[in-house]
Structures are given as structure tokens and as C-alpha cells.
């Protein structure tokens, strides 16, 4: 273990690190998940580098539950202030750039220059993010209402799921969270299990700049395998946005997954990327560049040229070229951390299988393997391959080509008219990157074609090649590459939500849709107004149940309409929930929330003498759920529905059971009822001021107290129907002559 290395980066000082000489049976043997640790492996030597303690779903979902609470907080820290944290973080990057590099390096098995270059790209997107905490521009509209304007502003999103690969395990991160976090989201980030330490390491820099700034949170790590970890991070509701970087059979699945629970994903999948050397290209130029895109990172990008398309009267010329370009880079295969090497090992045994089963089915379609096409460096215990030259038959079916095979092969291809390389070039179900090497404006633009008929790819380049990316362009891919855009341009937007609310001058006099309109009273219904009139933009609100709830629903409709509220509404019953959705109300499940901070809701009954209110969301657990979590309560009555002494009403279930002390039964009886008893939504009895115990459930008057008290115990799924007025912040009662009156008016500050 390289001992100094991991040191400076604290990770000897990780509890969940631990370090090869602890490791125990099969997790100090080889790569991989044994007993929830993961072992990771030096590619270059198959040497374990340590372990890392795995989280489970109980752990992840308590990482969730902290970040939805951080993102809270984070939010209304204003953007270029969230700009400074992200300024921090990227200067502590610059000052751990060499050893998170060589950790790169190290554990990825990307050679020195190109580990350092990772580090780099955190850095610069850092930069860039800075800058934009201070633009995030949004656009104003002209509105069709009189003496208005509208325009569109750019609110956080919430936490964000980012899942990345083993192949850029700190900058695909870097590119997410840095971009993320002035957006004003919080990231949980599950990295690949090939890269745990520099997924450990690269988030324990961020979170403890973010902490020391007073930002606690914002950047989480959850390592765990796809079933534990990924999956149910794919799943969870709560985060809006889910980032994947990786396969497309992953980006397929997680696409999927993410779709059906309509949430919103950025997919960041494979490429399959092609080069087309123009007969009129500078032979010098195409032939660097697409060694480079096809060797560098041992063809492990997803951005790696994997198909040479050439120009049949430079065909020859080029390939011999080619070939002794190849015998060239092959002598520098090995140790990436040693100078001079120009191509490291691929990530593991798997990727080494992968590309044999790739050349071999490759001669089996009439392919020539013109350069390597196998191991290299044998004796090591590293993963190494030889960079592999294959020519198609010269009917240029080559099916394995289609497919992206994660190692150092080129596929090289000829053709005759350019339109016919175009179309090779199309003719695969990843669309990344793509460039073409020419000097003639003709056959550029065609290959730029401005109606989309040149390249379909979502990079395409001319006279550079396919490989890299600079973080000013909005970086990703088409078709099965998944669509998403990361890094520069408006990328920012997928990390934020749009809002356009129309502001109103207040000059203007006109009354249609207008403001004046505004500052009238919006409905005929005093009761429903009293109710939501604290109701401001930026808070959740549970929705009550029942018909007197129903009618602030409607008014509050009428005031998000008007006023443009920006709220979100927790629906708590099926009736609320459709009625709120015809009203078309902003909703969200309460499970994403946790704490609402206004409920509104009918009562059925308030019996001022027994300071008890019936009813009130008390029908089902989910309401009761709802009710007990919000900051603020305000219940609704009717004033022929104020009674004093609950069970007198023919339709009211209610009895109390003389329950406890001698005295207090005998108080009770003094009262006149016969019956029962309550329990809170958490299934414990529930104690009234004078003694009595009270459940919602009719029983014979005539038993046994000793003996219900037994039953009661027994009864599954009691659950509290109502609570005490005191519980209530407000208690709103209309008259019947239409006057208001509050039973209970909140305390003063
Ligand atoms: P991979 O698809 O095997 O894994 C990527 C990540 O997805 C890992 O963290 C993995 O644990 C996770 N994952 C897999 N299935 C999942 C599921 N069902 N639910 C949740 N998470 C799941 O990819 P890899 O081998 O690590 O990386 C190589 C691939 O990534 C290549 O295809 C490469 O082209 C692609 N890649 C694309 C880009 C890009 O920007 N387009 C960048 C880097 C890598």
C-alpha cells in the first residue's frame, strides 16, 4: 500500500478505509465484494490497494433523509455565495491535484499526465461554475395581461443522484457536483466499485471545505453494490435528478427505472466513436490524432476513436503509417505511474476477456487484425492488452464494430464517396463523438451539415479528433449515448427548475387578468380565506380532508393561480387529491417531504367544553401523519357543528370509558357518557386532561371496564380520530350569520 500516498490524502484516516494488512479471507485475496467490503485492486499489478466498508439501503436511505435536509438549507444560501464554497473546493483540488492524480492513476490505471488531467478538469469546472453562480440568467417574456411582464427564473432542484464509471472516477463527478452545487442542489454521489478510494478521497475534499464554510452535507458518498446502493438510489422519489455516467446497458436501466417514477434523468452513456480521413487531409495531423483518440486511456474513453473511416485512394499510405505508429505506442505499454509510459493496463480481468472475445469475434466476421490483438506485458499480473489495428472485409460488415468494446481496438473502414461515409459513420447505435479530418469547406460542412444530416453524434468534430472534452461546450451524446449534456453551455439548466411567474406593475388600472383584479377578495368564501391566508410562496402545504377542507383547496387554487404562489401541496386523502389535482395545485408526496409547514383542515365536531376537536385528519393514519408533522395547524368549523359534549349527537361514535383512578371514573360518570377511548396514530393510549382514556371506537356502555381495558389493548389499528384544541395553532369557526371567529387565536411572538 502506498502508505505516504494515502496518507496525504487522508484516507488512512477513513473509517470505512481499511487498509490491505486488515483485510481478512477472500477481501485480502482478489478485487471485488466479499462480506460488505469492496476490494480494490492496482490494475497495473493486481496488488489490493485496501478496502472500503460498503453502505446498505438502510444506510443510503438515511443519507437521503439528510441530504433532502441539507438541500433545505443550501438553497437559500444565495448562488454566488454557493459560488465561493465551489471556489474553496476547487482551490483545495489545485493544492491535492499531484496525489489525487497519481491516486487516479493508481487505482484506474489511466497513465500520470492523463490522472493529472482528471484532476484538472474538476478544477477548471470548478472555475467555471463560479463564474456562472452569478449568471444562472433566466429570460423575460412580454405578457399578454395588461401592465405585466413575465419572466422565467431558474430555482435549485433538490438533492441529485450522480452515478459515475470507473474510467473518470473524480472528474464525472467534479463535472456534477461542482455545476450541482451553485445550481443549489445537494449530491449523493455512488461511484463505481472498481474506484471507491478515489471516490473517497475526491468527496472527503469537497465536504470538508463545504463544512468549514458552515455548509454541512452538501456532498455525500454512498459506496455499495447496484442491488443495495444503486437500484434504490435509481428508485427514490426524493431526488428529482439522477446523473448516471457509465454503459448503456446501465444508462437503459437506470433510464427505465428513473422514467417510471417520472423523475428526470441525465444519461451519460457509451460511444462508439468513428474518425473520417478526407482524401484531401493532412495525412500528418489525422494519423496523430487518431492514435491518440484510439490508444490513449488504453481506449478506456468513452470518447476513444474506435472506427478509422478512410478515404480509399490514401487507404494503404495511411494504414502502413498506421501500423508502425502502433509498433511505436506498443513499446510503451506498462506501469502508468512510470515516465514514459504512454499506455496503461484496462481496469480488470473482466475488460481483458472482453477484448479477446471482441478480436476473436472480429476474424470470425472476416475482420484482419493488422496490430496486436492480444495480452501484453505477460508475466505481470497487471491487465494489460496490446493496442489492435482490425481491417473490415472490404464489404465493410463488420457487426462487432457496432458494438463499444471498452479497450484500445480500431476498426478501420474504407470508402469512396463521402456521403457513403457519412452513412458508415451513422450506422452504429451510440452517437458521442465525432470528427472528420479534411481542408476542403465542401466536405466539412457537409459532415456539419446544418440540417442534421452529417454527423448525428453530439460532438463532431473537424481536423481534431474524437477524443476529449472541453468543459465550455455542453458535453454528451445522442441516441443510445442517452441525450443528456454535462459541463459548459446551458448544461447548468438540467440541475435546476423553471419557473415563469408573471410580475405585476402596480400602475396598472386594467381589470382584465390584471392586478387590480388581484387585490380583490378572490372568493365569496370567508371560511376557506381565513384558512389559507398565512399561506406564503416557498412553503408545503398539507391539505386537509373532508368538505369544509375542500373548500380552502379551491381558494388556495384560486390564490396560486392569482398570486403565483410558489408552494408544493401534500395531498392527504384520496378526495383532496383529485380535487387538488383538478385544481391543478402543485403536488408532492409526503414521503419526499418529511415536515409540512402549514396544514389546513376541516373539522367535524368541536366541543369547546371538552377542548376537544373530532374529526380534524384524523380519519386515516397517512392524515394523521400528516397533521402531526406540520408546523402550523389551523381547523375549520362550521358553527352548527360546534357541540358541547361530543356523543350527544345521534351520529357521533363517541363514548369515554371511565378509566384509571377510582375518582376519575366517578368523574366521568359525573359527566354522563358511556364509552370510549382513543389511541395516537403511533398506537399508544391516548390520556385525556381529567384521566379518562378515549379510542375511536363504539362500545356496549354496559361492559366491564376491567374487561374492555383488556380488549382495547387487542384491538389492531385503533387510531386516534381527533385531537384536543390545544393542539390545534388555530381553530377557525364561521358563524351562521357568515361572521368569522377564532376559538383560539395563535400566541403572540
Ligand atoms: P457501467 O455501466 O458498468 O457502470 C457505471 C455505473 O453505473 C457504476 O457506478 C455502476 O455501479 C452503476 N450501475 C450499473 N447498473 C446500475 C443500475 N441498474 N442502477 C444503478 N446504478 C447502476 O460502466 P463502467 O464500466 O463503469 O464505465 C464504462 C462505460 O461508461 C463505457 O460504456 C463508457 O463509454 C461510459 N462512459 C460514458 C461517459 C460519457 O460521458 N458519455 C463518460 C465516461 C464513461
Given at each position: 500500500m502506498p502508505t505516504d500516498l494515502f496518507r496525504a490524502l487522508g484516507l488512512t484516516d477513513d473509517p470505512r478505509f481499511i487498509a490491505p494488512a486488515r483485510l481478512t479471507g477472500p477481501s485480502a485475496k482478489g478485487p471485488g465484494v466479499h462480506d460488505g467490503i469492496v476490494s480494490s485492486e492496482n490494475p497495473a499489478t493486481g496488488e489490493i490497494l485496501g478496502g472500503v466498508r460498503l453502505d446498505d439501503s438502510a444506510a443510503l436511505d438515511r443519507v437521503i433523509a439528510e441530504s433532502v435536509d441539507a438541500f433545505r438549507k443550501w438553497r437559500e444560501v444565495p448562488a454566488p455565495a454557493r459560488g465561493q464554497a465551489v471556489r474553496a473546493i476547487g482551490e483545495e483540488f489545485r493544492r491535492f491535484k499531484e496525489p489525487l492524480g497519481e491516486l487516479v492513476s493508481l487505482e484506474m490505471g489511466k497513465i500520470r499526465t492523463e490522472g493529472l488531467g482528471e484532476v484538472q478538469e474538476t478544477i477548471d469546472i470548478a472555475d467555471y461554475a463560479v463564474g456562472l453562480s452569478r449568471q444562472l440568467p433566466g429570460q423575460v417574456f412580454p405578457s399578454e395581461r395588461a401592465g405585466h411582464r413575465m419572466f422565467e427564473q431558474w430555482l435549485p432542484l433538490g438533492p441529485v443522484g450522480v452515478i459515475t464509471a470507473f474510467n473518470f472516477p473524480n472528474a464525472v463527478w467534479g463535472w456534477n457536483a461542482m455545476l450541482g452545487a451553485v445550481c443549489g442542489d445537494t449530491i449523493i454521489w455512488k461511484p463505481s466499485l472498481f474506484t471507491p478510494l478515489v471516490a473517497l478521497a475526491t468527496n472527503a475534499i469537497a465536504d470538508r471545505v463545504a463544512a468549514k464554510l458552515g455548509?454541512?452535507?452538501?456532498f455525500r458518498l454512498v459506496i455499495g453494490t447496484d442491488e443495495q446502493v444503486g437500484k434504490p438510489l435509481v428508485a427514490?422519489?426524493?431526488?428529482?435528478?439522477i446523473s448516471a455516467t457509465g454503459s448503456c446497458r446501465m444508462g437503459r436501466a437506470v433510464g427505465q427505472a428513473v422514467a417510471a417514477r417520472l423523475g428526470r434523468s441525465l444519461l451519460e452513456l457509451g460511444g462508439n466513436n468513428a474518425v473520417i480521413v478526407h482524401s484531401d487531409a493532412d495525412q500528418e495531423l489525422a494519423l496523430r490524432s487518431t492514435v491518440f483518440g484510439a490508444v490513449g486511456t488504453a481506449g478506456q474513453?468513452?470518447?476513444?476513436?474506435?472506427r478509422l473511416l478512410i478515404h480509399e485512394s490514401i487507404a494503404d499510405r495511411f494504414i502502413d503509417r498506421l501500423v508502425a505508429a502502433y509498433k511505436q505506442v506498443a513499446?510503451?505499454?506498462?506501469?502508468?505511474?512510470?515516465?514514459?509510459?504512454l499506455i496503461g493496463p484496462l481496469a480488470n480481468a473482466t475488460a481483458v476477456e472482453q477484448f479477446l472475445a471482441a478480436v476473436k469475434a472480429a476474424k470470425e466476421q472476416g475482420?484482419?487484425?493488422?496490430?496486436g490483438g492480444g495480452r501484453a506485458c505477460?508475466?505481470?499480473?497487471g491487465h494489460f492488452v496490446q493496442p489492435t489495428l482490425i481491417r473490415a472485409p472490404k464489404n465493410n460488415n463488420?457487426?462487432?464494430?457496432?458494438?463499444?468494446?471498452?479497450?484500445p481496438i480500431l476498426y478501420v473502414f474504407t470508402f469512396k464517396e463521402l456521403d457513403e461515409a457519412v452513412a458508415l459513420h451513422n450506422g452504429v447505435d451510440q452517437g458521442l463523438s465525432s470528427a472528420i479530418f479534411t481542408e476542403s469547406v465542401r466536405a466539412s460542412e457537409r459532415f456539419l451539415s446544418p440540417t442534421g444530416s452529417?454527423?448525428?453524434?453530439?460532438i463532431a468534430n473537424v481536423n481534431a479528433g474524437t477524443s476529449g472534452a472541453e468543459i465550455g461546450g455542453a458535453f454528451g451524446g445522442e441516441k443510445d449515448t442517452g441525450g443528456g449534456r454535462e459541463s459548459g453551455?446551458?448544461?447548468?439548466?438540467?440541475?435546476m427548475r423553471r419557473q415563469p411567474p408573471p410580475s405585476t406593475s402596480a400602475a396598472s388600472s386594467s381589470l382584465h387578468r390584471g392586478s387590480a383584479l388581484s387585490?380583490?377578495?378572490?372568493?365569496?368564501d370567508p371560511l376557506a380565506e381565513a384558512a389559507i391566508a398565512e399561506i406564503t410562496s416557498g412553503m408545503i402545504v398539507g391539505l386537509g380532508t373532508g368538505r369544509t377542507a375542500s373548500r380552502a383547496i379551491v381558494a388556495l387554487a384560486e390564490r396560486v393561480k392569482e398570486e403565483k404562489l410558489d408552494i408544493r401541496c401534500v395531498p392527504t386523502s384520496h378526495v383532496t387529491e383529485t380535487l387538488a389535482r383538478a385544481q391543478c395545485l402543485p403536488l408532492v408526496d409526503f414521503a419526499m417531504e418529511e415536515e409540512v409547514d402549514y396544514l389546513f383542515d376541516g373539522a367535524d365536531e368541536v366541543d369547546p367544553m371538552l377542548r376537544m376537536i373530532k374529526g380534524a385528519g384524523g380519519a386515516m393514519m397517512r392524515e394523521r401523519i400528516v397533521a402531526y408533522a406540520a408546523k402550523r395547524r389551523v381547523y375549520m368549523v362550521q358553527e352548527?357543528?360546534?357541540?358541547?359534549?361530543?356523543?350527544?349527537?345521534?351520529?357521533?361514535p363517541v363514548a369515554v370509558l371511565a378509566f384509571g383512578l377510582a375518582s376519575t371514573r366517578a368523574s366521568l360518570r359525573r359527566l354522563g357518557m358511556n364509552g370510549v377511548v382513543r389511541r395516537t396514530f403511533d398506537g399508544h393510549l391516548f390520556l385525556t386532561d381529567n384521566g379518562s382514556l378515549i379510542i375511536d371506537v363504539t362500545l356496549a356502555a354496559d361492559r366491564e371496564i376491567e374487561e374492555l381495558a383488556a380488549e382495547i389493548n387487542d384491538i389492531?389499528?385503533?387510531?386516534?380520530?381527533g385531537l384536543f384544541?390545544?393542539?390545534?395553532?388555530e381553530v377557525i369557526v364561521e358563524t351562521k350569520s357568515g361572521a368569522i371567529e377564532r376559538l383560539n387565536r395563535p400566541a403572540p411572538e
Open positions: 455548509h454541512t452535507g452538501i427514490d422519489r426524493r431526488i428529482p435528478l474513453r468513452c470518447t476513444t476513436t474506435r513499446t510503451r505499454i506498462g506501469d502508468p505511474l512510470r515516465e514514459g509510459t475482420g484482419e487484425v493488422l496490430f505477460e508475466g505481470v499480473r463488420l457487426p462487432i464494430s457496432r458494438e463499444e468494446t471498452f479497450a452529417g454527423s448525428d453524434c453530439g453551455s446551458d448544461s447548468w439548466k438540467a440541475y387585490s380583490q377578495p378572490r372568493t365569496a352548527a357543528k360546534m357541540v358541547h359534549r361530543l356523543g350527544e349527537r345521534a351520529s357521533l389492531p389499528g385503533v387510531l386516534d380520530h384544541l390545544d393542539e390545534a395553532d
